[in-house]
Structure formats: structure tokens, C-alpha cells
């Protein structure tokens, strides 16, 4: 392993271990159910910036993979009852063939109309959703309850081990996209992004480049799907829902794109939000869009690309040079 | 999947009217609704992803007016231009920021603005679903037509958005204006070198888009029920639609809209529970045939 591989591993190691001691600290409920919400919306939303950040589409139809994720779990427990660590994998595979498909699709695309096809194929998947009632139990969700057999001496009924598992989950998941955006594919996509056309003429593959990371995204947030339909014991057609990737969107924007752990801040940030405005307001959607509207509007770039802008530019006055100017919405 | 009564359907004229005709209401709501989103990519180079919540208000307009008046005519002209002035305060203060901005910012506003107005009809007029009701003028007998029934008001629908079809065509291809809008489609930078306001161009065209997505509102009001979320399906199929026929182009979207129309209307006998799917069908087959749309010209 290299220096900086083995640096992220000991990061997410120590991070596992802050979150495996936390339950010990306090015995908070609440606590232990936010951090199993952010690891699901954390992984969907960081799975999304492989594409928006460091890939240059801008999903707007991901949350078809959450919603798959938790579908295709929540299923095939039901319906087999096979052991969670192989339902888990299948549903990463169901997941990624899917996306596939999809992908093969909309990543020739430009921009905006990758944003909407990608938009139409997630509300296709919602209609089927909707429609499949045999199957998914249409607008009422995938009702029930999800089995959860233990395995390895792992009882997910029991929610402070769930929290475990969703924590390992999430800090294996970063670590594997930390891994992919560091590896030789990963500045392959940056390139890819910034300049399509050198890209090719440098022998890059553009459209297995892109196709390869939408299918790795989709993979991702369905392991947020999993962790989500395991939390809620079900699965639900708003998982599917437009206002979930429009929610992702929003994720990623609020931490920002130019930091790997951008998205998880962010998820961070709109979960309290979400709870304040639930817990205060009647009207959820006035208050969210009107946030919205300020972020997007007034600071123009994610909370912590802004805070990293603003410390490296007063390193470098510290140094009597003009703050540099960062290229906005990019990743480095 | 029930093929038997697509056939039977097919095989009947008094059913194929029937059918044909919900297929071009759906379709010439959907064209209104769609040419206002062309016209806007096609110039701004925005997709107004809020476009659909100007469509609600439209009917929730209509329905307002109406009650309050009685008079269907006060209540289209009022959706109308209503929504045409809330639009232009919209692209005032929003949209005009993020024009030429990156499609993060673009989305997430719009996103910002479905959020706040289904909040805001929510508030002004309640959650549950509501219904206009059939104006006095069109409660008349329905039509025979060869067998089929069609209720009056389905003609007018259709003949009123056929006129708009033809009455927004001819505009832009033969007055200043929509000479004007054409080239700005291509090159807006050089039209404002030319001495034209196109800051004001562009709020105009806005408002224009939403001035016909409020008048389909006010046509959709008493055949559709009335609900916060109903702008958001008719903006994907909207979206549809502008894909298929091509992204700026208005007989593209005339096509689009009577083609998905159909679609829906016959799709429903023969595949009630995959209806959508076959519109979306539709639309990966022509972005893999013609990734520009059937009317498309340049890629887009």
C-alpha cells in the first residue's frame, strides 16, 4: 500500500473507532438513529459526487439506486431469506447492472440532458415501483418488516448493533470511493471532466471512463438503499421519488464537491436541518427551499469548500500574495 | 398486459375517437406546458425545471377566478395572466442569476422553487385535492362522432391549443420579435451587440412560457383534479416530450406532445400497468437513434 492509502486507512479506522466508542459515551436514541440516517444518506450522497464532483454529470435521477438498494434487499430477505452479507452483495449487483444499463444510455449525453434522462429513468423505476404491487406492494412501500437472520454472531434486530454495522458499512464504503477517486481511473475521470476531448486524444476511453463510474456510483448508493431499508424495516416508492435526488443534489452542494468528505458534511447538515424544520415549521418545504435558494444563490459553493477557500486564503495573505481564486464546483 | 382489448379498441371506430381524442387532450396540455420549456432552453439554454409548478397555479388560478366570477373566459384570461406575472417576478430575481451558471446551480434553484411553490398553493389553498367542475357553457350534451363520445369541451381544449400552436409558429417565424428570438436561440451575445435589450428579451420569453403553461393550468382545471404536486408530472412528461421532438424546436414539441398523448391514451388499454414505461421507452429509443430529438437540428 502507499503512503496516502495507508493514511485513509488509519483515518477510517480511528473514525470507525470515535463512532463504535460514542454509544458508549452517551446512550442517546436519537443520537444512535441520526448517525444510521447520515451513514445511508452519507454513502448515497458521496456516491452521487463520484459523478457530480469528480466525474461532471450531474445526476439527477440517483436516487433510482437508493430506492433500488432497498428494494432489491428488502426483497430478497423477504422472499429467500438468505444470509445479509450475500443480499447485501447481490443487491450491489443487481444495483450496478442496472446502472449499466441506464448508463450506457444517458453518459453519452450532455449536461442537462443527462441530468433529466437520468431524471425520467429513476420516475420509470418509480411508476414500475408504484405499478409492481405483487411484488414492491405499490404506494404502500414493502411492508412487513425485513428478516434479519444473524450472521457471524451479528444480530441486526438488536439497533445498537445495526448502528455498528451501519457505521462499518459506511466507513468501508468511503474508504472503497476514497481508494476508487485516488487510483489511476479516478484522475482518468477528473480529466475526463475538465477536458473531454484531450482526454481522448490521450488514449483515455471517455465513454468507459464515464460509464464505469456511473455504474460504481449506482453501486454505492444502493449500499445506502440497504443501510436505509434495514433502518425503517421496509422500503418505500419515496426512495425513488424525485425529491431523493433532488435531496442528494442538494447534499452535495451544501458540503461541497471540491472535498471528498463534502458530501458527508453536508449530510450531516441537512439531517439537522430536516429535523429543526420538521420540529419547528409547518411548512417543510417553504423553509428547505428558501435555505436552498440562500445557499445556491448567496454563497454559490458548498460549506466546506467555502471554509477551505477561506483558510487557504489566509495562509497564503499571511505570505503577502493575492488569495488565489479556486475554480468553482471542482474537485482536485 | 391485455393486447386482446388494444385490438378490440383498434378494431372499433366509436373506441378509436374516444381513445384519439383523450390522447390529443393530454397531448395539447402537454405541448402548452412543453413549447414554454423549449423556448426557454432554446434561447436561455436553462431547462426550467420549475416549469411545471406554473402550470399548477394556472389552474389554481382558473379555478379561483372561476368560482369567484362564474365565467370560464375571466378565468383562462386570469390563469393566464397571472401566472405570466408571477413568472416575471420569478425570473427577476431568481432565474436571471443563474443563466450561464453551472447545471448544479440551475437545478438546485429550481429544485428551491418547486419546493417553496407547492408549499405556497398548499397554504393558499389547502392540501387535499380539489375540483373546478365543468363551466355552465360546456355542460351540453356530448358529441357523436363516428360512434365515439366527445365531450364538447374536449374540442375546445384542442382547437384553443391548436390555435396557440399556430398563433406562436407563425410569430416566430415571421414577425421582428420572433426573428429576434431566433437569433438569440444562436447567439445571444451577438444580439446584444446589436442593441437589443436581451435582458428584457430573455424575462419576456419567460414570462411567455409561463403565460401559456398558466393557460394550460386554466385548461386542465375542469378536466383534471387539482392537487400541490400535479405541476411536477406534467413537467417530466413535458421534459419527455421537448427530448423526443427536440430541444428547442416547436413543432418538435407539437409532434412530441400528440405522440406521448397517444401513447398514454392507447397505452392504457393495452398496458395499463406500463403506460409510463412505454413513454419512456419511446424516448431511450430516440435518444439512441437521434440523440437531438426527431426535430432537433444542432447537437444540443
Not at chain 2, 413537467?235 to 401513447?263: C, D, N, Q
Amino acid at each position: 500500500m502507499t503512503r496516502p492509502a495507508l493514511r485513509d486507512a488509519a483515518l477510517a479506522l480511528a473514525g470507525f473507532l470515535v463512532l463504535a466508542i460514542l454509544p458508549l459515551i452517551t446512550s442517546s436514541s436519537a443520537l444512535i438513529d441520526f448517525v444510521i440516517r447520515c451513514a445511508a444518506l452519507g454513502l448515497f450522497a458521496t456516491s452521487l459526487n463520484l459523478l457530480v464532483g469528480y466525474g461532471g454529470m450531474v445526476s439527477f435521477g440517483h436516487g433510482l439506486f437508493f430506492g433500488m438498494g432497498a428494494y432489491s434487499f428488502g426483497i430478497l430477505m423477504q422472499r429467500t431469506g438468505m444470509p445479509i452479507p450475500l443480499a447485501v452483495l447481490l443487491t450491489l449487483c443487481i444495483s450496478a447492472l442496472v446502472a449499466l444499463v441506464v448508463g450506457a444510455i444517458c453518459v453519452r449525453l450532455k449536461e442537462i440532458y443527462f441530468a433529466f434522462v437520468t431524471l425520467a429513468f429513476q420516475m420509470l423505476v418509480h411508476s414500475m415501483i408504484i405499478a409492481w404491487v405483487p411484488v414492491t406492494g405499490g404506494d404502500q412501500g414493502l411492508r412487513g418488516g425485513i428478516p434479519r437472520p444473524a450472521f457471524l454472531g451479528i444480530n441486526l434486530s438488536d439497533q445498537k448493533q445495526l448502528y455498528l454495522f451501519s457505521a462499518a458499512l459506511l466507513v468501508l464504503g468511503l474508504l472503497a470511493m476514497r481508494h476508487i477517486v485516488s487510483s489511476p481511473f479516478g484522475y482518468a475521470l477528473r480529466m475526463v471532466r475538465d477536458n473531454a476531448t484531450r482526454a481522448g486524444f490521450l488514449g483515455i476511453n471517455v465513454y468507459r471512463t464515464r460509464l464505469t463510474a456511473f455504474v460504481l456510483a449506482g453501486a454505492f448508493a444502493s449500499l445506502g438503499g440497504v443501510i436505509m431499508s434495514l433502518f425503517v424495516s421496509g422500503a418505500y416508492p419515496e426512495f425513488a421519488f424525485w425529491t431523493m435526488s433532488g435531496e442528494a443534489v442538494f447534499i452535495v452542494m451544501l458540503g461541497g464537491t471540491a472535498n471528498f468528505l463534502g458530501p458527508l458534511v453536508g449530510t450531516g447538515i441537512l439531517l439537522l436541518l430536516n429535523d429543526f424544520v420538521t420540529r419547528t415549521a409547518e411548512h417543510h418545504g417553504l423553509v428547505l427551499g428558501s435555505v436552498i435558494l440562500l445557499f445556491a444563490l448567496g454563497l454559490r459553493k458548498g460549506l466546506l469548500d467555502f471554509v477551505m477557500e477561506w483558510l487557504a486564503a489566509r495562509r497564503t495573505r499571511d505570505a503577502a500574495t493575492p488569495a488565489p481564486v479556486a475554480v468553482k464546483g471542482t474537485s482536485t | 398486459m391485455d393486447l386482446n382489448a388494444l385490438t378490440d379498441c383498434l378494431s372499433s371506430s366509436s373506441c378509436l375517437v374516444t381513445q384519439a381524442t383523450s390522447g390529443f387532450i393530454i397531448g395539447m396540455l402537454l405541448f402548452l406546458v412543453a413549447v414554454g420549456l423549449t423556448l426557454i432552453f432554446g434561447v436561455m439554454k436553462i431547462v426550467n425545471f420549475s416549469h411545471g409548478a406554473f402550470y399548477m397555479i394556472g389552474a389554481y388560478l382558473a379555478m379561483t377566478v372561476f368560482q369567484a366570477t362564474q365565467s370560464y373566459a375571466l378565468a383562462l384570461l386570469g390563469a393566464a395572466v397571472g401566472t405570466c406575472l408571477i413568472g416575471i417576478v420569478i425570473e427577476r430575481f431568481f432565474m436571471q442569476r443563474i443563466y450561464g451558471g453551472n447545471v448544479l446551480m440551475q437545478l438546485l434553484v429550481c429544485y428551491a422553487l418547486v419546493l417553496i411553490l407547492d408549499d405556497l398553493v398548499r397554504i393558499v389553498w389547502g392540501p387535499e385535492f380539489r375540483a373546478m367542475g365543468m363551466p355552465p357553457a360546456f355542460q351540453v350534451p356530448p358529441l357523436f362522432i363516428m360512434g365515439g363520445v366527445v365531450p364538447p369541451f374536449y374540442l375546445f381544449l384542442i382547437a384553443a391549443a391548436l390555435l396557440m400552436a399556430g398563433v406562436l409558429g407563425l410569430a416566430i417565424a415571421k414577425t421582428r420579435i420572433g426573428k429576434t428570438i431566433r437569433a438569440a436561440a444562436h447567439n445571444p451575445a451577438m444580439v446584444s451587440v446589436l442593441g437589443i435589450n436581451t435582458g428584457l428579451l430573455f424575462t419576456a420569453l419567460f414570462a411567455l412560457g409561463c403565460l401559456l403553461a398558466g393557460l394550460a393550468g386554466g385548461l386542465a382545471a375542469p378536466v383534471r383534479s387539482l392537487t400541490p404536486g400535479m405541476g411536477f408530472s406534467i413537467l417530466i412528461e413535458s421534459f419527455i416530450v421537448t427530448v423526443i421532438g427536440g430541444m428547442g424546436s416547436i413543432m418538435g414539441a407539437l409532434v412530441g406532445a400528440i405522440l406521448i398523448g397517444l401513447i398514454r391514451a392507447f397505452g392504457a388499454l393495452g398496458f395499463p400497468l406500463f403506460t409510463e414505461a412505454l413513454m419512456y421507452l419511446c424516448m431511450a429509443l430516440v435518444l439512441i437513434v437521434k440523440p437531438t430529438g426527431l426535430f432537433g437540428r444542432e447537437a444540443a
